[in-house]
């Protein structure tokens, strides 16, 4: 699993993209174990037979393979893999298979040898910019955003599952609905699950439905998600918070589009797009064993990253206006002093974090704009904190920090406080105190702390 290829196709979140190309994804097979790691074998053809001697097309050193070993036809997305009676079998994800649809991301195991259906390489083609200046609810001019039109563009028009990273309010909701409308799937309907938002508890039935008496309160049968999205998309947000017990479900929704319902017995096959989101590193998320690897991988074969609103301060200006458009204000609503200083802000809480000033200083007046220090003069107080005597520069510093973490760790975590312990790693009493400590506790007239996460307050 170390093989170059390998390292390179999931540390490079927008390198997955640039290789889609319009309408169909280029595949190839990447060898990622036995005598031929490291190899691939571009999948430019209708069909190959893999084997470990000619005629074969793909002929694999493996004294374990067979000599016409697995026939693979190559379709829109996805190959079709059929065993040959092959002396010790053909397996994917651990179970054997006699015929199955391989998908993008999926490892195949023959003999000795591991081999993964991954995109082409592209990188080395040049890509255009987009000419658009938004995408769905997506708007922005600058390159950052052009460049993810670009790929969003490509992506819309295939079947590939995606994943979207980025930080909370930087639009990943927008950016899976606008997929899914763009799509060939756009007449089906678009279903979204917001796995942060649903008790532990509760998510397998929500996802995969259940039947009646499956447990206290199923007084009838129930479609999930996924049969809901039945001939559309899915919208899988927060991916990182599915429980680790429910990991390998999801991943055989990915692998081969069939779901069970709670308490029944029987597979039902559904035909959906899986998009999912995170604002977390689902890599650091894997190490520390909290997601699965496999199912990382099947999530990140397509993936993009949107970029944070201080890494394009220039589409500010386009936002406001379209802001104030979406609330039926005109553009001079907000003044041109105002209107500067909101171009300087670093807006740790992104668009969403935008639309909430906007919102606030139109309905009450600019008098109402928060209090709100460009990012330049934070790193100014910084510098002036140098010059102080060793301890109360060290202070100063250490309360900056803690409370630009907690304010930023709130934003992520919506005030939920259950979530913010979780995330940070901070037991709740600790952190309580801390939020007290820089008045960000709401009974302590702080920024709207919410309770845990099943809706009591401590």
Known sequence: MAAQ???ELFSDPTATLSRALPGQVKMKLLVLSGPDAGRSYPLTGPEYVVGKAPPSDIVLNDKSVSRQHLKLQVREGYVKATD?????????EGLRFNELDVRLGSVITLGTTE??????????RSVLLSERDRFGALVGTSRKMREVFTLLERMSSGSSDVLIQGETGTGKDLCAEALHAESPRKDGPFVIMDLAGIAPSLVESELFGHVKGAFTGAQADRAGAFERANGGTVFLDEVGELPLELQPRLLRVLE???IKRVGGNDYRTVNVRVVAATHVRLEDAVQAGKFRRDLFHRLAVLRITLPPLRERPEDIPLLIDTLLERMGRPPSALSDQTRALLAQYPWPGNIRELRNVVEQVVNLGEEALPEMEPAADGAA???RALELPFKEAKEKLIDGFERDYLKGLLERCEGNLSRASREADIDRVYLRKLLRKHGLDTRAGG???????????D
């Open 5 to 7: 290829d390998e390292e």
């Open 84 to 92: 040959m009676e092959s002396r010790n079998g053909s397996f994917c």
């Open 115 to 124: 081999l993964k259906l991954v995109p082409e390489d592209t990188r080395s």
């Open 256 to 258: 081969r589009r069939q």
């Open 381 to 383: 107080a910084a510098q």
């Open 447 to 457: 920024s709207g702390l919410q309770g845990d996460d099943s809706g009591h307050q």
